[in-house]
């Protein structure tokens, strides 16, 4: 009989994984192990800010906010995500300034890099959708300007659609068309 392999560290928390100071690195929790992220290409900066200024901008006074990656998701006791963009909703109150991550956002996007793209498609979009509060999810294919769109139609119900050719992406939890010209915007 062999004896459990045991690792050489033990799992990080969400807890204690918030409470770390990574200084100018951004970083996600995956599933206990911290992971580093390196930095983003222009283009991906630039399609994500314009994701983030539109939600932004039309949000107000909503009482739905759009945030960067650099507030994160908790999707369980072991893993922080950080999304590009992320809504959540009823954050507005002073209580909340320090927070540095959230467990209910209500729409996700994430811009697919090349690095990226395997765990977005596969390990988060699973995390993102046990997630009860999650109405939708939007893939962004920066290369190919496509966009892959997840949304809630019942507790454990998904429609799940890869666009090939631009579309207007409507957010019903949001009340809100996100134009596909304004998602791929160069200026």
């Not at 050489?8 to 200084?23: H, K, Q, V």
């Amino acid at each position: 009989m062999t004896a459990p392999i045991t690792p050489l560290y033990p799992s990080l928390t969400a807890e204690r994984f918030l409470a770390i100071d990574f200084g100018e690195e951004k970083a996600e929790l995956d599933r206990g192990v911290v992971r580093i992220i390196t930095g983003a290409t222009k283009r991906h900066v630039e399609v994500a800010g314009n994701v983030l200024t539109y939600l932004a901008t039309s949000l107000r006074g909503s009482g739905f906010a759009a945030y960067s990656s650099q507030l994160a998701t908790r999707t369980g006791d072991l893993s922080v995500r950080q999304s590009d963009v992320a809504v959540f909703h009823g954050k507005s109150d002073p209580s909340y300034d320090n927070e540095r991550a959230f467990t209910d956002p209500r729409v996700l996007f994430e811009v697919l890099s090349g690095s990226t793209a395997r765990t977005d498609l596969t390990v988060k979009l699973e995390e993102y959708r046990a997630l009860p509060s999650v109405d939708t999810i939007v893939f962004v294919d920066i290369a190919a300007e496509r966009l892959r769109v997840l949304q809630r139609n019942g507790p454990r119900a998904w429609s799940d659609v890869a666009h090939d050719v631009p579309v207007d992406v409507a957010l019903p939890a949001l009340r809100l068309t996100l134009p596909h010209a304004e998602i791929f915007a160069r200026d």
